[in-house]
């Protein structure tokens, strides 16, 4: 029977498990005395709570415990001073509307669900205030820098520039909301050992928090984590709710299982912040870039400050010999945002790349000629020459791909019937990283390999690169080698977060099977064997059935001397009814300049989640609060809209696929941010490409259209 | 969620019996709506009767008229070749309903009585006069992008979001009703009801009754006919604005026309100013304009909404355009 899996190496190596069922993610483990929790939330947005009332639940069928402030179990770092982060269940302050007051543990979920709508709060309310756009213009509302500014020549030289662009773009806040509710299962064991089953981006980190909070060593705590049903960054942190799991465990010596509501998942695991930002741009006539000014305001919470890179691209992204940028945080009585996928700087691109395309306009220039005539050579802000940028050539791929030179410079010159069609450009840079990580190989006299590490995948498909790295250096087929991760127990490994996760583990596991190699052609030659020996052969003839090593890999000194960027270059085609104000995205080609690609596969996947999920952020995704009450509208997945199979055309993705000299031994830099980063930029800019209308507030909606 | 009971039955009259037992009790057909309903406190029915096995499927012409039967499954309504023969308007509003798997298990008299997806309506903690009489709308200077522009009160702005039910009216359906010991036809028009001091009530059916069938005559439109529905993505959205349009042509001049209005107000809103002034004019944009025109006198915007105004006359245009193309 034909294989309908595993038809080539490049495959996924957990796809089989993903897509038969038999990949276990956290909510699924069975422990003997499972017990179920259910949080209760506030509805008032601010003030403090005056009493609560669990008699009912308490009685109700089924329940264990409820646990709230009033009966909290001791958490050593909460007893402490100091407000940050969010203390669960230790003071009777309510910071926002949903912020959870109270967890039921029941013997069923359901028994849990009903106790826990029987929990009566009474509240003495304070004024507050949910709107960002309010809290900017009060000036008495507080503000905090959230990131030094940066001066480079005269600040807002775009002023007196020949040709000048200053426009304000606007952000809502936007939801991770992957498929796959979190929450957490807690296991307090006497002994202060504590097993959890998570859902993280970092099975170390949940294991130090954990530490952290209670005062236990890290070594009590086993976090297991093997597979995460996607994350955007809204798992890169241990949230409040997962702490008052593992205080409900402790406190009723159970595990407790805890999985949030999807209505639970817009108030309590984050998102991405809403912004305000204001480009100034300068340029000659001629269409060189005489000034940028970027000056953003992001929306964060009162009792956690949350910032993020959203001014950083127009520091180095085009040659200009004055820059200068401002960075302020606004907070307001909501949850804490948190990353979200091409985190700030996805923010960040959509209001430089508009502004560009608004400059190329202003200079009846095309959006390309004019970002080519002004790309740098080296980084002006840092004043280190790239370690490798491919972009003249990225730019040429791509638009021969979409079929550029259809384009009119002159919007609204494409039209047929109601329908009119244009095309867009921007350009997504993040930050090429590599950290330190430790991977453990083991080599076996079977012919396998088994590889562990204390890393995640929330999606990407970690073990499939990890194996491939494997399968080119050791020569061993992708079917003997396994990757073992999502186990605090295994080597330490950080987060999986800035699209650091292939550059970072990628390299000690280029590191290891080095070492295994070398190892294997040392007992080659003590054993009088031939150099080129097979391992096995090698093993067998040593009478040794595995051998093993660990090694912590993390970058040289050499990278300081370069500026290391991955970069993407996002071509859209669109078609807008003038009558409807219906925007359909018609075409896609993404260009990845991203170093070598290891793993084609899940790198294609990874260009086509960030297009994908640019679509939401241009054209539907919006979190909606209607501020007389701080409360979300819409949030379910039948109103808030991330976008439907019909929203998304073919996506054609091309890689440049060079290996980069400096990053690290593979040459292959990150690119799951810079596979969203820009693009709703391009999409903006189609738009106004299409109609002559340009929406400098997202999302791109129909009424928006109308309304332009 | 509280616990309920759970019954099952196979016939009408047991369901209605059953009901009549127990004023806490509910229906429960594809369970799309109500479950959702319950999920979030809005209701809380003590009881719950299955009526999915009351034999109320059928789809068949019985002499000039389209009898579809209650229980049948949305999609099992816009895939019927009698019905995409006959009633294509039907069709595509259906299938331009949610998606595939809750089409599916979707019934046509739930979709009939579906509720308002106003955000406010569904959360507990906010005021609508619709879910809690007299604890004021918070809709009318609230989130109201969604809401109605016609018909509205002061007590309630909210929109009927079905798209099935704004074909069913365009084509004159009549709703069949039974109680204990009677059957009786509502015409589709006076099905649902517009809110005015009663935002509770959304439609004409009494608390002891069940949908049999809705009945269509037989008609001449199954050629210039246009479903548009105008969302915030590309499927699984409701309207913004929706237009169900069809015409016969005869001698170049438009003989018999229905159009319709849906994302428009609390009820679908059928445009018989538009129709009866395109009557006997000939299908251009001249006419189609005038037509949009008409059919826009006595609207009226809440603020975020107001894009509908200028958006459903738009709509109406470009519905009766397709309509018009289609050979
Ligand atoms: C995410 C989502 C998106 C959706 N998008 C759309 C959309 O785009 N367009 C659209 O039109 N709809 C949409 N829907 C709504 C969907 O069409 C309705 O939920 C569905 O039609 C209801 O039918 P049901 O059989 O499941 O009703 P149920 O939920 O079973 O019942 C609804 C109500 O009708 C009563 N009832 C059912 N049958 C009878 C009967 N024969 N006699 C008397 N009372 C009865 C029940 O007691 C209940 O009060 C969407 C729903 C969801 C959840
Ligand atoms: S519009 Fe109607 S349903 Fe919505 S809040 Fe107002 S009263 Fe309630």
């Known amino acids: 029977m034909e294989n309908l899996f595993f038809k080539d190496d490049n495959d996924r190596v957990d796809g089989i498990f993903k897509v038969t069922g038999k990949a276990k993610y956290f909510a699924e483990y069975e422990l003997p005395g499972l017990t179920y929790g259910v949080l209760v939330t506030s509805t008032v947005t601010k003030g403090k709570i005056t009493s609560l009332d669990t008699k009912a639940a308490e009685k109700a069928p089924g329940v264990i415990a409820v646990v709230s402030h009033l009966n909290k179990p001791s958490a050593p770092l909460y007893e402490q001073e100091g407000g940050s982060p969010m203390k669960i269940f230790y003071t009777n302050q309510v910071f926002y509307n949903g912020q959870p007051i109270a967890i039921v543990v029941a013997n069923t979920f359901e028994r849990a669900t009903y106790a826990a709508s029987l929990v009566k709060a009474t509240y003495e309310k304070e004024d507050f205030n949910t709107d960002f756009e309010k809290a900017l213009a009060d000036p008495k ?192 009585d909501l949850g804490v945002p948190i990353w979200m996928r091409g985190p700030g700087e996805a923010t960040g691109a959509f209001a430089l790349e508009s502004a560009i395309d608004e400059m190329a306009h202003a200079l009846d220039m095309d959006p390309l000629d004019f970002r080519i005539m ?93 194996t491939l790295i494997a399968n080119k250096l050791m020569d061993i087929p992708v079917n003997k080698i396994t990757f073992e991760l999502g186990d605090s127990s295994l080597p330490p490994a950080p987060s999986q977060g800035g699209s650091a996760t292939l550059s970072t583990i990628g390299s000690a596991v280029n590191d290891v099977c080095l070492s295994l190699k070398s190892t294997i052609a040392e007992l080659a030659a003590n054993s009088n064997m031939d150099a080129t020996s097979n391992f096995v052969d090698v093993l067998r003839k040593n009478n040794l059935p595995s051998i093993e090593v660990t090694k912590e890999s993390q970058a040289g000194k050499e990278r300081d001397n370069y500026s290391m960027y991955s970069f993407s270059i996002h071509f859209v085609q669109v078609k807008v009814n003038n009558l409807t104000g219906v925007v359909k995205v018609s075409k896609i080609v993404s260009v990845g300049d991203s170093g070598k690609i290891i793993s084609p596969k899940t790198a294609r996947s990874q260009m086509i989640g960030g297009a994908v999920g640019g679509i939401g952020m241009a054209l539907t995704e919006e979190a909606v609060i209607d501020h007389r009450f701080g409360r979300y509208i819409n949030n379910n997945f039948a109103d808030y809209h991330v976008p439907v199979h019909a929203d998304v055309p073919q996506i054609d993705v091309i890689f440049i696929d060079k290996p980069d000299p400096i990053i690290n031994p593979m040459g292959a830099k990150g690119m799951g941010e810079i596979a969203l980063i820009g693009f709703s930029a391009a999409v903006a800019n189609a738009v106004f490409n299409a109609t002559g209308k340009r929406i400098r507030t997202l999302p791109i909606t129909p009424d928006k259209i109308l309304a332009g | 969620m509280i616990n309920f009971q759970y019954l099952r039955t196979t016939s009408a009259k ?66 019927h070749p009698l019905i995409k023969e006959k009633l294509p308007l039907l069709s595509m509003a259906l299938q331009a309903g949610a998606s595939a798997q809750l089409r599916n298990v979707a019934t046509v008299g739930g979709n009939m009585l579906q509720k308002t997806r106003c955000g406010y309506f569904y959360d507990t903690e906010m005021p609508c006069n619709k879910r809690q009489p007299g604890t004021g709308c918070g809709a009318i200077e609230g989130f109201n992008r969604m809401h109605a522009i016609f018909g509205t009160s002061p007590q309630c702005i909210a929109v009927h979001p079905s ?44 608390p002891d009754e069940l949908i049999i069938r809705v009945e269509i005559p037989v008609n001449a439109l199954n050629k210039n006919v246009h479903y548009l529905k105008i969302r915030d993505r590309a499927s699984y959205a409701f309207a913004l604005v929706s237009v169900a349009a069809a015409f016969e042509m005869r001698d170049n001049k438009i003989n018999t026309i229905r159009l319709a209005m849906g994302g428009v107000a609390h009820k679908p809103w059928r445009l018989t100013a538009a129709e009866n002034f395109l009557k006997g004019k000939e299908a251009n944009v001249q006419n189609f304009e005038e037509a949009a025109k008409l059919a826009m006198i006595g609207a009226k915007g809440f603020g975020e909404n107001d894009f509908k105004l200028k958006l459903a006359p738009n709509a109406i245009i470009e519905a009766l355009t397709l309509a018009k193309t289609k050979a």
């Not at chain 1, 905090?144 to 600040?155: A, D, F, S």
């Not at chain 1, 009119?408 to 450009?425: A, C, D, F, I």
Request: charged share 20%.
């Open chain 1, 374 to 466: 002004n790309d740098p050579e080296t980084d002006q802000q840092r004043n280190k020459p790239f370690s490798s940028k491919n972009i003249k050539e990225a730019y040429k791929l791509g638009a021969e791909k979409i079929g550029w030179s259809n384009r009119k410079n002159k919007p609204g010159s494409l039209v047929e019937g109601p329908w009119q069609t244009g095309y867009g450009v921007s350009v997504g840079v993040f930050n090429a990283n590599r950290g330190k990580a430790s991977v453990k190989g083991i080599l076996k006299a079977d012919g396998s390999l088994v590889l562990q590490s204390a890393t995640s995948d929330i999606g990407p498909g970690t073990g499939t690169g990890m």
């Open chain 2, 163 to 206: 798209d099935m039910c704004i074909a069913l009216a365009a084509l004159d359906a009549l709703v069949v009703i039974a109680n204990a010991k009677t059957e009786r036809k509502i015409a589709f028009a006076d099905f649902h009801r517009l809110p005015g001091d009663t935002p509770h009530l959304d439609h004409n059916l009494k």
């Open chain 1, 141 to 332: 509302a507080k503000k905090l820098q959230g990131q030094p500014n940066y001066k480079r020549g005269i600040e807002n030289a775009y002023k007196t520039a020949d040709v000048q662009v200053e426009q304000r773009y606007v952000l809502p806040i936007e939801t991770h909301n992957p498929m796959e509710l979190h929450g957490i299962i807690a296991d307090w064991k006497p002994a202060d050992r504590v097993t959890v089953y998570a859902k993280t981006q970092g099975v170390k980190a949940t294991q130090n928090t954990i530490a952290n909070v209670f005062k236990i060593p890290a070594e009590n705590i086993q976090v297991n984590s093997e597979f995460v049903g996607g994350g955007f960054g809204m798992a890169l942190r241990t949230w409040p709710l997962e702490i008052a799991t593992v205080m409900a465990s402790k406190h009723i010596g159970k595990p407790v299982k805890l999985v949030i509501t999807r209505m639970q998942m817009f108030t309590m695991v984050g998102n991405r912040p809403a912004a305000i930002q204001k480009v100034g741009l300068g340029a000659t006539k001629e269409g060189k870039l005489t000034g940028i000014t970027h000056t953003a305001f992001g929306e964060s919470s009162v009792y956690e400050n949350f910032t993020e890179g959203v001014v950083n691209m127009a520091k180095f992204m085009y040659q200009c010999d004055n820059v200068n940028t401002a960075y302020t945080i606004v907070p307001v």
């Open chain 2, 14 to 79: 047991s369901a209605i019996a059953l009901l009549l037992k127990d004023k806490r009790s509910k229906f429960i057909a594809g369970g799309t709506n109500l479950i959702d309903l319950m999920k979030r406190g809005v209701l809380a029915p003590e009881k719950l009767i299955d009526i999915n096995h009351v034999p109320l499927k059928q789809i068949q012409q019985i002499g000039d008229k389209i009898h579809i039967g209650a229980l049948a499954s949305n999609s099992a309504v816009a895939d």
